[in-house]
């Protein structure tokens, strides 16, 4: 891994599993949405492309309070000392997408979306 990576082979390998995504955003109110790993799209700069179809209350933070913090796990990848499973909690950015070439893509591979909700990550910390 380059030592300029945030998101660790560890995180990636979560993805490939499936397992519930948490997205807390604050702004004009907290607000908790889930989503699935398998949902979650890294681009080859680390940036995490959501397909979004509600997510309204979270829209409304990110206006307001581009901050974000998704946490995201599964049983099936071994975490710190064997434990049964691995959870991460991401910190960064979010914007909304709505055109163009990464909202293309990503509509072709979910269809239900409306816009793409995309994290620019700061942090990525393994939990278990």
Known sequence: M???KILPE??????????????????VETHVVNTWNSFLVVTDDERILIPAYGFKKTEE??????????????????GYKDYPGTGFVVKGTAKYISSGT??????????FLTRVLEITVNSAKQML
């Open 10 to 27: 560890k995180f990636l390998a979560v993805l490939k599993h499936e397992g519930v995504v948490s997205i807390t955003s604050w702004g």
């Open 61 to 78: 933070n990110v206006n307001v309070n581009s901050n974000v913090i998704l946490t995201l796990g599964t049983r099936e990848v071994l």
């Open 102 to 111: 990464e909202y293309d893509f990503m509509k072709e591979k979910f269809s």
């Open 2 to 4: 380059s030592e300029n």
